[in-house]
């Protein structure tokens, strides 16, 4: 509908100041404010109700709507397909899944399919079996609400753009981003360990830092146990994490336990790219495959980057 700033006649008293919804008040030039705005009818009409009628502020709350509104689908595009996000719908996730398989360009083997997962790396991975340990107590998870229209677009920007930090290295704009989505729906799995993957980068990057010894060392230790904690919160909400999975094996010390928990990652989401070339590289110390052991992990490289061509550190693997 044009630039974020066109103004229309809006038959509201103080139009500088906007309404008072929600004992919030509402600048009608802030663009940020006129971002959140979907197309649920005719802008410039839902532009006025949402400034007159508090009927069409809660109609505008609905997740019928939202789900159905070109606001949803642009905000959901930003969000890169291979990473992973609940509030998808079932029949997104299925266009993703079929695009990747029929998009025989990304294929970087030729075949023209996506590559499998070898048999024996699945017959392995299902057979894992991970009693999560009860060393670290676990911070309660936040109380979840329903998530109403407006709060989950501004969910899903602030996750967007918290992805857009963090392949920039802006690791702390990209926590703050996180943080305000997970506020959102603080048991979000996905979430948890996105906020954990940022956390354990800033702790590397804290760690390397040129700053006083013991200083860097208490920050260090600090983000990275904050970074641990989030991916066990991952787990806890929801058992069967891919991503915390795959996040709780940087803190296994022991080779054999850290394949272990990227092999029930895999087990749990196949498409996950992270999943799939850290357990690639970590096959190096195994001796189970023998002389095949080489052809698996081309394999899984081959399919994380056909999932995520972002996967620059897989390409010289």
Known sequence: ???????????????????????????????????????????????????????????????????????????IGTIPSYIGFRWRLPEEVAAIQSKL????SAHAHGSGKLPEVPNPILEEAASVEISLSDSVPLRALRTSYPLTAMSLAKLT?????????????????SAQLLEVALALDPEDDVLLSRLGDTRY????????????????????????????????????????????????????????????????????????????VNLAMCLDSSDRYGTSLPDHQLALYQRALAINPNLFYARPA
């Open 1 to 75: 509908p044009g630039s974020r700033h066109s103004m229309v006649a809006v038959p509201y008293r103080d139009c500088t100041a906007g309404p008072d919804i929600g004992n919030r008040r509402f600048h009608l030039g802030d663009s940020d404010h006129l971002a959140a705005v979907h197309d649920f009818l005719d802008f410039p009409t839902v532009y006025v109700l949402l400034c007159t009628s508090r009927c069409a502020l809660a109609l505008f709350q609905e997740l019928s709507l939202y789900e159905a509104s070109a606001r949803r689908r642009i905000l």
């Open 101 to 104: 398989h029929s998009n025989t």
């Open 157 to 173: 920007f602030s996750f967007a753009k918290g992805l857009d930090a963090y392949e920039a290295k802006r690791m702390g704009t």
């Open 201 to 276: 980068a800033q702790y590397q990057e804290f760690a390397m830092a040129a700053v006083e010894a013991k200083n860097r060392t208490e920050e260090s230790q600090r983000l990275k146990d904050l970074s641990q904690q989030l991916y066990k919160q991952a787990l806890s909400a929801n058992p069967r994490s891919s991503y915390g999975f795959n996040g709780l094996a940087l803190f296994q010390d022991c080779e054999t336990t850290k394949r272990r928990y990227l092999l029930k990652a895999v087990a749990l989401d196949n498409y996950n790219s992270y999943a799939l």
